[in-house]
């Protein structure tokens, strides 16, 4: 069983492998399985938000090739105020389900980057090990145990931000699939016009938080993106110093 001894290499903290080979973290095994499905998935949902797009582009031009006096006028359950309902339904979830495709996309990418961190320590280890010298790796450095974690908290905002975006569908439907000029411009405190401006409210409200908080969620992402790449410019930069150890070794 290999066994993990500190040292430092160039002042920087390293472990000694002995008993063993060099073999990729639990996270990084992880991260191996997943960044594909993790980006196929968000490159198909991100490609359905577009076909969806498109349906709620031909609805719109069905919707309004009626006058704005028929529009206004649609009763509750006809198609013009069904239409209606949908399309406004629609531009609620859809913009929060493309985001979470790209959300998963870019998670995918970071997985793709720790992966390429653990090929690293394994080829490390293997060129060492070629070289008939200790195998020594770099200890993880924090910012390491950091950026999976902002990824997540980005994926788990861009979850949450589509979650809350169908529950406001919903109430966006209902709201909407209602005759504008006699139900819900006339509607004043007081009976069904509390349930209407309570909606309409809610809405406008959420609305107003929901879109920044989903570029925290992007933030969170490419601030983990970024880590990763400091993570690796780390490692290299370690690896360059053990090798030119090992060769300075070798050549006394």
């Known amino acids: 069983m290999a066994t993990q001894t500190a040292t430092t290499v160039n002042g920087t903290k390293a472990l000694k492998i002995t008993g063993g080979d060099v073999k990729m973290t639990g996270m990084q095994s992880m991260a191996e399985k997943m960044w594909i499905p993790f980006t196929a998935m968000g490159l198909m949902i991100v490609i359905v938000a577009f076909i969806l797009g498109i349906v709620i582009s031909g609805m719109e031009s069905d919707y309004y090739s009626n006058s704005k006096e028929v529009r206004d006028a649609a009763v509750q359950g006809s198609d013009i105020a069904v239409d209606r309902g949908t399309i406004e339904a629609m531009k609620q979830w859809v913009p929060g389900f493309k985001f979470f495709g790209l959300g998963l996309m870019l998670g ?127 490692v290299l930069r370690f690896q360059a110093s053990r090798f030119v150890e090992v060769a300075q070794q070798a050549g006394k």
């Open 108 to 234: 995918g990418i970071t997985f793709l980057l720790a992966t390429i961190l653990g090929n690293l320590r394994l080829a490390g280890g293997r060129v060492q090990r070629a070289l008939g010298v200790d195998q020594v790796v770099i200890k993880k450095p924090m910012i390491a145990n950091i950026f999976p974690m902002l990824m997540m908290m980005g994926v788990m905002v861009m979850l949450a931000a589509f979650i809350i975006s169908i529950v406001l569908a919903t109430i966006a439907g209902d709201y909407w699939d209602n005759s504008i000029a006699t139900v819900l411009n006339p509607a004043t405190p007081g009976g069904q016009g509390d349930d209407l401006l309570a909606d309409i409210g809610t809405i406008k409200s959420i609305n107003a938080w929901l879109t920044p908080f989903k570029f925290l969620g992007m933030a969170l992402l490419f601030s983990g993106i970024a880590l990763a790449l400091l993570t690796i410019v780390k």
